[in-house]
């Protein structure tokens, strides 16, 4: 019988340890907006530009672009992470380039952000390639 009464018990424990979990995880960023593609005239190449949205301390995890970024913070902080270099702290007003296939994970701050991103890409091809190999983002 005493059995039967620790089972609730520890089911209780367990989903309240999963709910802890779950409100540490940061949110995911949303999809980058595309605005404009436009083809590069005498090459195999076209420029895009978009607006991605981090809710406060959203997180796109690592991945890398097939073709350069060049972005500019608009509101709030980005929090960047390139592979082998230091961690960049970018501010309303500030800008980041990201070497192709550099891999990255980019992440707002606690207000979140809002991101202006350029780049290069194939027509036809995925720009962002998610990179599952990669550790997370450091804390």
């Given at each position: 019988m005493?059995?039967?009464?620790?089972?609730p018990?520890?089911l209780?424990?367990?989903l309240?340890?999963?709910?802890a979990?779950?409100a540490?995880?940061?949110p995911?960023?949303?999809?980058?907006?595309?605005?404009e593609r436009?083809?590069?005239?005498?090459?195999?190449?076209?420029?895009?530009?978009?607006?991605?949205?981090?809710?406060?301390?959203a997180?796109?995890?690592?991945?890398m672009?097939?073709?350069?970024?060049v972005?500019?913070?608009?509101k709030?902080?980005?929090?960047?992470q390139?592979?082998?270099?230091?961690?960049?702290?970018?501010h309303?007003?500030?800008?980041?380039q990201?070497?192709a296939?550099a891999?990255?994970?980019?992440?707002a701050?606690?207000d979140g952000?809002?991101?202006?991103?350029?780049?290069?890409?194939?027509?036809?091809?995925?720009?962002?390639?998610?990179?599952?190999?990669?550790?997370s983002?450091?804390?």
């Open positions: 005493k059995t039967c009464l620790s089972i018990v520890v209780g424990a367990l309240s340890m999963q709910s979990f779950a540490n995880a940061a995911a960023a949303k999809e980058t907006r595309v605005l436009v083809v590069v005239n005498g090459t195999n190449r076209e420029m895009g530009m978009g607006v991605s949205e981090f809710p406060p301390n997180a796109k995890p690592r991945h672009a097939t073709g350069p970024e972005c500019y913070v608009i709030g902080e980005i929090i960047l390139v592979e082998g270099q230091p961690v960049q702290d970018i309303a007003g500030g800008s980041f990201i070497a296939n891999i990255h994970v980019t992440r701050g606690p952000a809002t991101v202006i991103a350029t780049w290069t890409s194939t027509p036809g091809k995925p720009f962002n390639v998610s990179s599952p190999n990669v550790s983002f450091p804390e």
